[in-house]
């Protein structure tokens, strides 16, 4: 997260994994009517009544939240008080990892296989709960970084083993209206499906609104008032500006949608193009995600490819050392049409360049 704030920006910018940024222009009059007045003690109830209906759950078990960052922390303080180990998906993102240092917890990395789609090792969680002492299972859902998709099935069966052993379940879901959007689903979470799962989103990623900071818990009502209690230490309420551009944000969801879908469609169709013509990467089917995961040729890593990008081709990807897979890359399919062109067509040159070099 330290080098994703501070790294120094190029000109095609590979590095964002969000939709592009909306502007005030786009949302009219947005601060019309704004007030500084808190607009409740846990989230403006408007807010919390929109983020329900939408998701399908009681008002109740919604906490608006400043991003999802927040959310999961708070899910991960409501988590520790069942154990001393979490085990957590890998790859990863790294800043998760951060949160349960912090909360001095002890990591297990299940692996999400690297096959075509990344599943989950079922047989690897399904031993690690039965060793005892597992406060929750931490997942991403689309996967962050390879973008792919837990099934509802899938999540539901997970959830299950958690509740039999009195583990919770987190899923950040931050990613997943992406895939719903895409397919012309309604948006769902797992926290309307179970009792022992705490979900995380905000309207950051998919939306573009990631500087409005607008995020979400979504629990079961018992789960919900530890939330509130782990809220209590850390916030003292959310920022009044923030709740009312989320409500104008609910407004134009139906112009937000139809932004994502543009965005996507164009870059897949940019970078699918890219992929038949090199050959020297593998790419994985898309779930949904503006992003990509793409693994690299032999003896090539993330940050060698990366450092020449940024150095000779002002085109900047993120390495996949911080998923803990220097053999992968992500990238953003974001960028407009023309700039992706370009971009993608560095990485090729970059990849020729390293491929030439002799080896030390």
């Known amino acids: 997260m330290g080098w994703a704030k501070t790294h120094k920006k190029v000109r095609y910018e590979l590095t964002l994994s969000d939709a592009p940024h909306v502007t005030f222009a786009e949302f009219g009059d947005a601060l019309g009517g704004a007030t500084l007045e808190f607009g409740g003690p846990y989230g403006h109830p408007q807010l919390i009544d929109l983020i329900a209906s939408r998701y399908g759950v009681e008002p109740g078990c919604v906490l608006p939240t400043s991003g999802t960052s927040l959310a999961n922390a708070i899910a991960m303080g409501v988590a520790m008080r069942r154990g001393h180990r979490v085990l957590m998906e890998h790859p990863v993102y790294h800043p998760l990892l951060r949160v349960c240092e912090l909360f001095g917890l002890e990591v297990t990395g299940i692996a999400r296989l690297a096959d075509w789609t990344w599943k989950l090792d079922l047989d690897a969680l399904r031993h690690e709960l039965s060793q005892g002492d597992v406060a929750c299972v931490f997942l991403t859902n689309l996967h962050n970084p390879s973008g792919q998709y837990l099934d509802r099935s899938s999540l539901v069966e997970i959830a299950e083993q958690c509740e039999e052993l009195g583990v919770l379940l987190i899923i950040d879901e931050v990613y997943l209206d992406g895939r719903c959007i895409v397919n012309r689903k309604r948006p769902w979470t797992i926290g309307a499906l179970t009792g022992n799962v705490l979900a995380t989103s905000s309207l950051t990623k998919v939306y573009g609104l990631s500087g409005l900071r607008a ?70 089917p898309n779930a949904g995600a503006i992003f990509e995961w793409i693994k690299l040729p032999a003896n090539v890593t993330g940050f060698a490819l990366n450092e020449l990008l940024t150095s000779e081709f002002e085109t900047q990807v993120t390495p996949g050392e911080f998923f803990q897979s220097p053999d992968h890359v992500r990238l953003t399919t974001a960028l407009n049409e023309a700039d992706m062109r370009v971009a993608l067509q560095r990485i090729s040159q970059a990849l020729t360049r390293l491929q030439a070099k002799p080896a030390d």
């Open 215 to 284: 995020g979400w818990l979504i629990a079961s009502l018992p789960l919900m008032e530890e939330a509130k209690e782990v809220v209590d230490a850390l916030n003292v309420c959310d920022s009044p500006i923030t709740s009312h551009l989320a409500l104008r944000a609910f407004e134009r969801m139906e112009n937000l949608e139809q932004r994502y879908q543009a965005v996507h469609a164009s870059g897949q169709s940019v970078f699918r193009e890219w992929v038949k013509a090199e050959p020297r990467i593998e790419a994985y």
